[in-house]
């Protein structure tokens, strides 16, 4: 059973939005301020929902304020108006609830009901989503470096180390790539999604992946350029094996068999 709890005054209930990215609504509640050691991943949902999930959309620096204004139980996690930083004023829940720390003070805040529906930020109408499931369903599909990435025989890959950064405002078509984190390095980037707009400034697409060798609280969910990384991903869908490229078949000269060449020297 999927149990939310609206937080605040009981205006707050009949003033709820069914989407709500900007805060709009005004109510006394409480705070929550991210703990981790760099950045706290922002997701859209607190649970997985008819029009949403729980996908990654940006992230906020540690220290950030959240305006609580609702509470997911099952999943334990918080959502509400993020308060400060590049987010400021968006809506949006904690991808996990020990991620952030409790305040005993309260604000005025809106978003009333922050989950944002997936076909607003996701690409092809929210239907651009890789999920890996082998078996348990977490994340994405591998996206592996190589410097032939996007020639015969080489695809789930990107081909050039490229810049990962904590946000891209996916839902907005002015969407733009902001606060730069780290080079990919040559790590594994599990894709996730694509972005619905491409960026504003160049018009090309970005991906939302998971940096494998970034720690949780490091910023390990980022925004990454297509074209800048060369990347190369098959169809968008849910994987129950782990993708391998094709490799190119080697054609060698047929010689005489073992029992021919036996003979001859016989």
């Given at each position: ?15 709820a ?38 996908l ?45 720390t ?6 005025q805040?809106?978003?009333?009901d ?15 989503v ?40 996916p ?13 990919t390095?040559?790590?594994?980037l ?16 970005f991906?939302?992946?998971?940096d494998?060798?970034?720690h ?5 969910w ?8 060369t ?15 094709p ?20």
């Open positions: 059973m999927k149990v939310r709890r609206l937080l605040g005054a009981g205006a707050l209930g009949a003033t939005l069914t989407l709500a990215l900007y805060a709009t609504a005004a109510a006394s509640v409480g705070v929550a301020t991210c703990n981790q050691a760099k950045w706290c991943t922002i997701t859209a949902s607190g649970d997985v929902e008819q029009d949403a999930s729980q990654a959309i940006g992230n906020v620096r540690a220290g950030t304020v959240l305006a609580v204004t609702q509470e997911q139980i099952g999943q334990q996690q918080v959502g509400g108006e993020i308060l400060g930083g590049s987010l400021k004023g968006s809506c949006g829940w904690s991808q996990y609830d020990r991620d952030w409790r305040q005993s003070t309260s604000v805040a809106g978003c009333p922050p989950v944002l529906d997936t076909a607003t930020f996701v690409a092809g109408n929210g239907s651009a890789w999920s890996g499931c082998y078996p348990r369903c977490f994340g994405g599909v591998p996206l592996h470096y190589d410097r032939k990435c996007g020639t015969k025989g080489h695809n789930w890959c990107y081909g050039t180390n490229c810049e990962e950064f904590a946000n891209f405002y839902w907005s078509a002015a969407a733009h790539p902001e606060d730069p984190i780290r080079m390095g040559r790590h594994v599990d894709v996730r999604y694509q972005a619905r707009y491409g960026d504003a400034w160049t018009n090309t697409p991906y939302m992946v998971r494998v060798a970034a949780h609280g490091a910023g390990n980022v925004f990454v350029s297509g074209a800048a990384c990347i190369k991903t098959g169809h968008p869908g849910t994987y129950h094996w782990l993708p391998t490229p490799k190119p078949a080697h054609h060698h000269k047929k010689g005489p068999s073992a029992h021919a060449a036996s003979a001859a020297s016989a």
